[in-house]
């Protein structure tokens, strides 16, 4: 696989946690490359180590061993202030739980990313009324995340995501709790939005609407991959 068409080069990864006096595996020796514009779902049962990888895809942790790659750029070469930078540039992310800040408006909370990027005013507007657009939630920008509906909520988590164009986006059971409906939205959002954008998208899911709509499904078990 050619640098230019893989987002992600993961390779040997091996994550241990302590868990009391006991040593944990969460990473045995995992490797993985995601194409650009591919969207790739993880799955296997809980503590199979999907966090653990979603964490270090998304630079959230570091591995004890193995390499990464993020746009051809090796990452665990670089120091905190430029992992933080990268980051911020980026990845994208989206939660179960949402974590929209409760305060600020939809608007606010799409405009976030780019604040922190420092991108200028105009521009800022321009991305996040685009971003708002896109997700269907124009009309919903001055409200507050409580008054919006789950799925709604999702919505605003994924405009946030995708507001600066990462070239990656890591995405944690998003469709947990919402109902069929509202669940077959969100993936036919995430996946039209991210083919568009030429985004590596990688799902961890227990939800078999999520993953029958990826391009590729990948089992973890015990910190493998199957």
């Known amino acids: ?38 969207m790739v779902a993880l799955t296997g049962p809980s503590g199979s180590g999907k966090s653990t990888l979603l964490n270090l895809c998304g630079l959230i942790d570091t591995p004890d061993a193995g390499s990464r790659e993020l746009g051809g750029t090796v990452i665990d070469k670089l120091d905190e202030i430029a992992l933080t930078r990268l980051r911020r540039e980026k990845v994208g992310f989206i939660f179960q739980g949402f ?47 409580d008054a919006l509906s789950g799925g709604q909520r999702q919505r605003v988590a994924i405009a946030r995501a995708l507001v600066k164009s990462p070239a990656l986006v890591i995405a944690d059971e998003p469709t947990a709790n919402l109902d069929s409906t509202t669940a077959r939205q969100i993936v036919d959002l995430l996946h039209e939005l991210a083919h568009e954008r030429n985004a590596s998208v990688v799902v961890a899911t227990h939800d078999e609407r999520m993953s029958s709509h990826c391009d590729r499904v990948l089992h973890l078990i015990d910190g493998e991959l199957q």
């Open 1 to 38: 696989m050619s640098a230019e068409s893989c987002t992600v080069r993961l390779t040997g990864l091996r994550k241990n946690y302590r868990v009391g006096e006991a040593s944990v595996e969460a990473l045995k020796g995992v490797s993985l490359d995601v194409l650009s514009g591919e």
């Open 99 to 145: 974590n929209l800040v409760p305060v600020m408006t939809v608007y606010d909370n799409v405009e976030y990313p780019l604040l922190l990027l420092g991108v200028a005013a105009a521009e800022r507007r321009q991305l996040t009324l685009t971003a708002l657009q896109q997700v269907g939630l124009e009309d919903y920008a001055l409200r507050l995340p």
